[in-house]
């Protein structure tokens, strides 16, 4: 893949965009789609090959009841020799009821065999606020044989904020530890219409996780931030994440690009590092911004510095 200067789609019209490159080294692709009705998935040998392969509906929403609205950023994961896709769902006659639910493939091919819903995501057993209000973006990752889910979630009391927690899993349904708040919207930047973090990923480099997560609403002012933190330290330990003080990527007048952010992470095949993410080749959205559909998906070379931190640059966006 090359670097561009017109800062064109990869995938028009895919918004939380996820890539999964699997053990065999082929890549998958998921993301909301504008009608927020269903599930995508596609495949293909190649990080480039995904923008041109087919795409397949796996799952639908219900008609009414639980996961009947607002389908939304659902990721791709393979655990324990099975594969789950995580996402968010409201309900036809409450539709900000959003919450976490997980589906698992019946077989080894996500593309073909069916899949089966497990439910809403379970907290662990001394837990009782957890996926009680507003929850959505939640995202898996391992470190040190442990595995941690991370999501956002709305405070359920007062002034509803979204806030990152984070938790230990004891199965790819369900929690083994209580939430632990990792993130609120602390800074002006993170506050912007509507007070908001959300949209987790994690890219691993140097001994060090890297947490990159989305911020105010999702129109021009959407933005990234990120947090760091030590492969040795305690995860749920939210002293020992480290919060940038500035976006690490916003919108650009210069490139052409606009509220750009829930981004996931992949490697091309010579293990580059590339961000996947969406934003908006405008800035001026007539009506909510949740319901333009042009929120692209688009592709970057992640730079590392010589401190061993990550580097967005629009300059560095491929086709």
Known sequence: MEEMRNNSPFIPQRADPYVYRHTDGSYYFTASVPAYDRIVLRHADSLAGLANAPEKTVWMKHESGEMSRHIWAPELHWLDGKWFLYFAAGEQDDMWKIRPFVLECTGQDPMTDAWVERGKMQRSDDDIYSFEAFSLDATVFENKGERYFVWAEKVSVGIQI??????????????????????????????????????????????????????????????????????????????????????????????????????????????????????????????????????????????????GNPVFDYQNNLK
């Open 162 to 307: 979204s806030n990152l927690y984070i938790a230990k899993m004891a199965s790819p349904t369900k929690l083994a530890t209580a939430q632990v708040l990792l993130t609120t919207p602390d800074y002006p930047w993170e506050r912007r219409e509507i007070w908001v973090n959300e949209g987790p990923a994690v890219i691993k480099k140097n001994g060090r996780i890297f947490l990159t997560y989305s911020a105010s609403a999702t129109g021009e002012c959407y933005c990234m931030g990120m947090l760091s933190i030590g492969e040795e330290e305690d995860l749920l330990d939210p002293r020992a994440w480290k919060k940038e003080k500035q976006p690490v990527l916003k919108s650009s007048e210069e490139a052409g690009l606009y509220g750009p952010g829930h981004n996931s992470f992949t490697t091309l095949e010579d293990g580059t590092d590339v961000c996947v993410y969406h934003a908006r080749p405008y800035a001026q959205i007539e009506g909510d911004p949740l319901y333009d559909p042009n929120r692209h998906t688009m592709l970057m070379k992640v730079e590392w510095d010589k401190a």
